[in-house]
């Protein structure tokens, strides 16, 4: 049954979400070899498309010129491409990032970005059918359009209130890229900027950045205790000597790395269990807070950095003004009530 389901996120990620066609070109990127990767080629060979494979293991190692130049070299002539790495893979995260700004510059391409693949997170996460995810994007996006606040809460001690302006948009994630541009998967999540996080918020389930990863269990043991003040980190603790000085060599990268630059609310319905993998367990029900970049072309936000730091809580309470959202980390029924079977 696992290898069903699997099969299934593979077929999902590649009907639903690239939305490849019959004879299309299309390149497919990938950093190695594992099993997860055989399941995307042999549903990309059932839908007859034209591939052309580019191992991307030595990226690192390549200048940036001779790069440019082989990524606009796959890119000629194709329609659609596809990134995946394995889960556990060293981080190509540099080389993957110019990848995705050759393809916006490029301007044809729609690209899928599904780092960390696994054959759990096929099974699970990339299951998510993206037109479900739309519904329920749409449902909350209209009751946030109609809201002053949001309460955070977990019994770990969180204590936030993020409030809501009509002067920065909602956006709404599925994963289902455009030509000329690109979406990353699992997806399934509104996001959106607001001058006015404030309050106590503690980091047990996810603390990574452009520099720093915290091993979840090293976080569950010793959580982030994150301080903000009207958008910005005032105060920060942890007691792992390692974690703490890894956020501080962080923060200090960019003058705006402890910006809030948005929250996030993800709505990916078959997220249910941690597993552990940062592409998955980032999309487990909560609000999750992005620090330094903001994606300033879709939040609108005033600010950005060059550096990221994504932070995520377990069992989260969350009310939209007084309207209950979600009860430790769980979407109450009456939100999907209509849209999932």
């Keep these: 049954m696992a290898d069903e389901l699997a099969r299934r996120g593979a ?25 997860a990767l055989d399941l995307l080629r042999e549903v990309l060979a059932e839908h007859g498309a034209q591939v052309t494979e580019v ?82 994007n749409e449902r909350l996006t209209a009751a946030l359009s109609e809201a002053s606040e949001i309460r955070v809460t977990s019994e770990a001690g969180t204590e936030l209130t993020v409030g809501i ?23 399934g999540a509104v996001w959106f900027f607001s001058r006015e996080v404030s309050g106590h918020y503690v980091a047990d389930r ?5 520099v720093f990863a915290v091993d979840p269990r090293d976080l569950y043991r010793n959580p982030v205790h994150l301080e903000f003040n009207r958008t910005r980190l005032s105060d920060y603790r942890c007691d792992d000597d390692a974690t703490l000085g890894a956020l501080q060599e962080h923060l200090a990268r960019d003058p705006n790395a402890g910006f809030v630059g948005f929250v996030c609310l993800s709505t990916n319905y078959l997220v249910r269990n941690e597993l552990k993998l940062f592409a998955h367990d980032a999309m487990m029900h909560g609000l999750r807070i992005m620090l330094g970049y903001s994606n300033p072309q879709l939040t609108q936000a005033p600010l950005s950095a060059s550096v990221w730091a994504t932070f995520h809580g ?28």
């Design 55 to 136: 191992d991307s293991s030595r990226w690192e190692r390549t200048p940036e010129a001779k790069f440019d130049a082989a990524i606009a070299s796959a890119l000629k002539g194709v329609s659609a491409s596809l990134y995946a790495s394995p889960d556990g893979s060293g981080s190509s995260g540099t080389r993957a990032q110019r990848l995705i700004t050759l393809i916006d510059k490029a301007g044809q391409v729609r690209h899928l970005h599904v780092p960390k693949v696994s054959l759990r997170t096929l099974a699970t996460s990339l299951r998510a059918d993206p037109a479900l995810m739309a519904s329920l």
């Design 314 to 341: 377990r069992r989260h309470d969350i009310t939209i003004d007084d309207q209950p959202l979600i009860a430790k980390g769980r979407f109450l029924s009456e939100w999907t009530e209509g849209i999932l079977p």
């Design 206 to 210: 996810i603390a990574q950045g452009s």
């Design 11 to 35: 077929a999902n990620v590649i009907k639903n979400h690239l939305r490849v066609r019959k004879n299309e070109r299309v390149v497919l990127f990938h950093l190695g070899e594992w099993p």
């Design 165 to 187: 302006s009509r002067n920065y948009p909602f956006v709404s994630g599925t994963g289902v890229p455009r030509p000329g541009a690109w979406e990353g998967v699992p997806a």
